[in-house]
């Protein structure tokens, strides 16, 4: 295990991307709003994709059983996870454009580009995946539950700094940085190599 990651080349890049936001963040402190808008932007993008990827699941017999009610319809659980996924960045969106986002301060211009990079390199990553999964099959579970790391720093970043009077900033860099992580060796580990689960537990 140890070894894989010293020579997994998307690991270490992962890490030097977030290295250079924090480095990039304490020599411009101003930019703090615009990191998490953009963050906020593309956990969105990844959840709408997500949607499409549930949605179009080559397994029509994928049996779930979340919180003791058994949904065979992948419609019903896809549509789920949107309504549910998507409340949850409604929310997100009211508090950090009251507490944390300062409009005057976002960079507009960087954003604009960001967000073309974002929906174009999220969709690439949705076909190259829809192929890999009609070869090989995927695990539905592992596929719902994948974008749900990208809500812990969002809800830390609001709650933690409260009540514990830390820097928010730097809090919410390392939960970044630690959820991107962890939904990148989600990805690598168990979302292919599981297989196409056809009853899986929630």
Avoid: E
Avoid at 109 to 114: C, D, G, Q
Wanted: proline share 3%; charged share 10%; aromatic share 18%.
């Amino acid at each position: 295990m140890r070894k894989s990651v010293l020579y997994n080349w998307g690991f270490w890049a992962l890490l030097s991307m977030n290295g250079y936001i924090v480095y990039y963040y304490s020599m411009h402190p101003n930019s703090y709003s615009t990191i998490v808008a953009l963050y906020w932007v593309q956990s969105v993008c990844i959840g709408i994709f997500n949607f499409l990827s549930l949605i179009t699941f080559p397994n029509t017999n994928s049996k779930i059983t979340l919180s003791g009610k058994t949904i065979t319809n992948k419609g019903c659980f896809s549509i789920f996870f949107l309504v549910h996924y998507g409340i949850f960045h409604l929310v997100y969106l009211v508090f950090i454009l009251i507490d944390i986002v300062k409009i005057d301060q976002l960079n507009w211009r960087f954003l604009k580009a960001a967000v073309i990079i974002i929906i174009a390199s999220t969709a690439i990553n949705f076909i190259q995946d829809k192929i890999k999964t009609q070869k090989q099959g995927a695990n539905y579970n592992t596929m719902f539950m994948m974008p749900y790391a990208r809500i812990v720093p969002m809800h830390l970043m609001i709650l933690l700094p409260k009540f514990f009077n830390i820097s928010a900033p730097y809090l919410f860099l390392i939960l970044k940085t630690l959820a991107d992580v962890l939904m990148y060796f989600v990805y690598q580990k168990w979302l292919f190599k599981q297989g196409n689960t056809n009853n899986s537990n929630l």
